[in-house]
């Protein structure tokens, strides 16, 4: 089945920094990445996904890339709040499941 | 998302008991899931249904029945509960319309076996 690899584990950043989270995944089948955000104690809720016929996709301050060839999908955030501060998963699914396959999940703290 | 709800919120409960969560969504989502999330692993999904009457395994069925008799139910047993299902539990739907589709999730179940 599909495989998820998410880094890294934990990310701290300064109020202001970028931030990058980096997902690998195994299925080359898959052709749908959403990422979550989830606030502690809170349901997981979308921010941003792509698809395998995008390279790229921006929603102001946060951006998705997809390199299909190498199977790996970043998530960036620029000029990064404190209340980005939350942990982020990214996931894949392939035509026709539309189950997720989850990564383990970024811990990322804006330091104010 | 006040669409989708699951009871209870929280659940403590003893080894070896039957202990069934519940989701309910309003949006008449086709789609329904059900994942457990534990520190360092994610989500992990459990089991997943297409429709009424149609449920699949997911990742990590194990010790774990659904059923979905309505569109809009899909509950969750576990049959004789053990420490290792000590976690949280989320539902989630989405439509079936087109290729890809955001799933929304419930305000989680959290579950302590003792």
């Known amino acids: 089945g599909e495989n998820v690899e998410q880094h890294p584990s934990t990310l701290s950043v300064q109020e202001g920094d970028s931030a990058v989270i980096k997902c690998t995944y195994s299925?080359?089948?898959?052709?749908?990445f959403p990422w979550y955000k989830q606030e502690l104690g809170k349901r997981p809720q979308l921010i941003i996904d792509?698809?395998?016929?995008?390279g790229e996709k921006k929603d102001q301050r946060i951006a998705v890339t997809l390199n299909k060839t190498a199977k790996h999908f970043s998530l960036h955030i620029t000029e990064t709040q404190p209340e980005d501060s939350a942990v982020y998963f990214c996931?894949?699914?392939?035509?026709?499941?539309?189950?997720?396959?989850f990564g383990s999940g970024t811990r990322l703290q804006v330091q104010p | 998302d006040a669409g989708i709800t699951q009871s209870p919120r929280y659940k403590i409960t003893e080894t070896g008991r039957q202990v069934t969560l519940m989701c309910h969504q309003t949006?008449?989502?086709?789609?329904m899931f059900w994942y457990r999330q534990d520190l360092g692993h994610g989500l992990r999904l459990i089991y997943y249904?297409?429709?009424?009457?149609?449920?699949d395994k997911g990742e990590v069925p194990d010790g774990y029945v659904v059923s979905r008799s309505k569109t809009e139910n899909f509950p969750l047993t576990l049959e004789s509960a053990t420490r290792s299902q000590t976690s949280v539990y989320f539902c989630?739907?989405?439509?079936?319309?087109?290729?890809?589709?955001?799933?929304?999730f419930g305000p989680g179940t959290r579950l302590t076996v003792l």
């Open positions: 989630a739907s989405s439509e079936s319309s087109g290729s890809y589709n955001e799933q929304f």
């Open positions: 299925d080359s089948a898959s052709n749908y």
């Open positions: 792509i698809r395998s016929n995008v």
């Open positions: 996931a894949a699914s392939k035509p026709g499941r539309r189950a997720l396959t």
């Open positions: 949006w008449s989502h086709s789609y």
């Open positions: 249904s297409a429709a009424a009457d149609i449920t």
